[in-house]
């Protein structure tokens, strides 16, 4: 992992055991306005099966945004 900016970025090289692998997620990329983005189920799944507090707080704030659309 690469923490930049103090800890408000991190880049992984891979997610969680037991979720989608690169390739999958690469290919089921939702495009805005024209950036591929990992779809936020997918996103979602992943903050869920952390166990960090900031995935924690971070899924919550994602399904409430989901309830909303």
Request: aromatic share 8%.
């Amino acid at each position: 992992m690469v923490v930049l900016f103090g800890g408000h970025l991190e880049i992984f090289d891979r997610w969680l055991p037991g979720t989608r692998d690169a390739d999958t997620l690469i290919n089921s990329a939702e495009l805005v306005d024209g950036i591929p983005f990992c779809p936020l189920s997918d996103v979602l799944e992943w903050k869920r099966k952390s166990s960090r507090l900031k995935d924690r707080q971070d899924a919550e704030l994602i399904m409430a945004y989901m309830d909303t659309t």
